[in-house]
């Protein structure tokens, strides 16, 4: 969804005859602030949630690694209890 050049437009007009012209700088600063607000929340959301789905796939990498470990570990004890005998 993305919004054209005459929608912009109509909106500029309407903005003009609704705020006048000495505070439009004003609000266009504004605007522009909280626009810009909104992308680094939006950026720190998404980072957040990359992180998240990093240290999931580690997780899961990890308890894999722990299962391999414990098979491993009941193989060199089943060894030792053949050795023993």
Known sequence: MSIGFGEILMILCVAFF???PKDMPKVAKTL???VKKIRQM???VTEDFE???QLEEANKGI???NEEFKRVQEKV???NS???E
């Open 18 to 20: 609704v705020v006048g």
């Open 32 to 34: 522009a602030r909280g």
């Open 42 to 44: 939006m950026r720190s």
């Open 51 to 53: 992180d998240e789905l």
């Open 63 to 65: 308890a894999s690694a």
């Open 77 to 79: 004890n089943e060894l």
């Open 82 to 84: 053949i050795i023993k």
